[in-house]
């Protein structure tokens, strides 16, 4: 597994405990919500590192693999945009309604502690803070695909280059191959016209000896002729 994948599988799981602490923040009070707004505070800055070290692995990474790994960060930018923003909200709002609860009660700080939620409201946000844990479940479990998914898409570009490699090869011989015919169909071709020209020089000397004793002959005939006469 590279660095970069770490990275993700860290992130993955980080940003699922970032949104069940958020929800649960909602249900928290005194010194509890205190401790885990600070134990948010260091996921988040933790989650934003982790980020940053994606960006700066992705420039080491194939320039096939590149552009699938810039658009995961931007979503994972765009996931902790929101969570961030999500924090930010409900720490506003845990504020707003502790002024009032100071305005309203006799200026005791530690009221606001011991404010008593609704059975209906309680309900409600455990239900809310399950189903956020569900989706950051989904989300890991997405991370976790996603990972897979481009280990499959790695290996196959490995097998097609493979192929394109033999292919490639495969061609290169065939080109070699075609050139040997070539220079054997010369070589054939060239023998083919020496043995032409050999029997043709045949012919002519088997035609000059024909006639050679063809006069030869004569001359002999017309001389033992003389001779009688």
């Known amino acids: 597994m590279s660095l970069l994948e770490q990275y993700e599988q860290q992130y993955a799981v980080l940003i699922a405990e970032i949104t069940s602490e958020i929800?649960?923040?909602?249900?928290?009070?005194?010194?509890?919500?205190?401790?885990?707004?600070?134990k948010i505070d260091g996921s988040l800055a933790e989650a934003h590192e982790l980020l940053e070290q994606m960006t700066l692995e992705i420039r080491d990474?194939?320039?096939t693999?590149?552009?699938?790994?810039?658009?995961?960060?931007?979503?994972?930018?765009?996931?902790?945009k929101r969570l961030q923003?999500?924090?930010?909200?409900?720490?506003?709002?845990?504020?707003k309604q502790h002024m009032t609860v100071l305005e309203l009660g006799d200026g005791d700080a530690d009221y606001y502690d011991?404010?008593?939620?609704?059975?209906?409201q309680r309900q409600r946000l455990l239900?809310?803070?399950?189903?956020?844990?569900?989706?950051?479940?989904?989300?890991?479990?997405?991370?976790?695909?996603a990972l897979e998914t481009e280990a499959l898409g790695a290996h196959v570009l490995n097998d097609l280059n493979h192929q394109r490699e033999v292919l490639q090869g495969a061609r290169a011989r065939l080109r070699e191959t075609n050139a040997d015919l070539g220079r054997a169909s010369r070589t054939l071709n060239s023998m083919m016209l020496r043995a032409l020209?050999?029997?043709?020089?045949?012919?002519?000397?088997?035609?000059?000896?024909?006639?050679?004793?063809?006069?030869?002959?004569?001359?002999?005939?017309?001389?033992?002729?003389?001779?009688?006469a």
């Open 23 to 38: 929800a649960q923040l909602k249900q928290l009070k005194g010194v509890e919500r205190r401790d885990l707004s600070s």
């Open 65 to 80: 693999l590149r552009p699938s790994y810039k658009n995961k960060v931007s979503c994972a930018q765009v996931e902790l």
């Open 197 to 228: 020209r050999e029997k043709a020089v045949l012919y002519v000397v088997g035609f000059v000896f024909v006639v050679a004793v063809g006069i030869s002959l004569y001359l002999t005939f017309s001389s033992s002729s003389g001779a009688t």
């Open 114 to 120: 011991d404010v008593s939620i609704g059975n209906d």
């Open 85 to 95: 923003n999500d924090y930010r909200t409900t720490k506003e709002a845990q504020q």
């Open 61 to 63: 990474v194939d320039v």
């Open 127 to 145: 239900e809310n803070s399950e189903r956020i844990e569900r989706t950051g479940n989904r989300l890991a479990d997405g991370y976790r695909v």
